[in-house]
């Protein structure tokens, strides 16, 4: 059988990732918070988007209980996902040894890494989204809502409660992009593939919501942002261990 050291591990290199190499990604981060403030502030794009999906003359999202994006891409989705997520739990928590080599105790690390991230990243999201007054596109009176519509990072009523923001079914692809510490130090463009690609499966998640009419870009962009961030701390300060 194949050793999955094998499948993660190319030959190793001298060094961690460059110190300059991180406070770009962290400067990036920084530079996206304001590209997303300012999308939804300063622009109508959010309200754009929700226009393109919305049938003005049927006052209804058309697609918000199609099969794919209701069923498939929201449902079979979260469920596939999770079984994922479950199945690196049962590898990070496997007694030492239970594998032989095939599975060393820095990998081990790295997939309890992945699991704890993708778990806290889901809390926080779930906790800020029943803090958040914001209101889903279906929910606002452009939509045939009754809620108020406000840009996202402006201070919404007090009486409003959608309890929309971030995004939250994001994160049950989102979590994803972690499967790049399996790859550092050893291969960091890899790893870098491997965190982009899971920010992408993230916001293709978001979008179907879009398109259904559940959020609003802003909502599925911080979604995103919030999981790139707890991603660079473990990177930043835990690189003595992920090795």
Known sequence: MVSIERLINTPMQPHWIPTSTIRTLWLLWILAAGGIIWLANATHIDLWLADQQFDFSQHRFPLKHAFFYETVMHTYAKHLLTTVWLGLA??????AGAWGDRLSGATRYKLRWIVILALFNAVVISW????MPHACPW????YGGDASWVATFSAHPSMQAGHCFPAGHTTSGVWLAALSLLFLPHAPRRALVVGIAGLAVG????????????HFLSHTLTSLWLMWGWLLLVVTFSKSRIS
Not at 90 to 95: G, K, M, Q
């Open 90 to 95: 049962w590898l990070a928590w496997l007694p």
């Open 128 to 131: 800020l989204k029943h803090q």
């Open 139 to 142: 929910d606002i009176a452009r």
């Open 203 to 214: 916001f293709l998640l978001g979008w179907a919501q879009q398109i259904r009419g559940a």
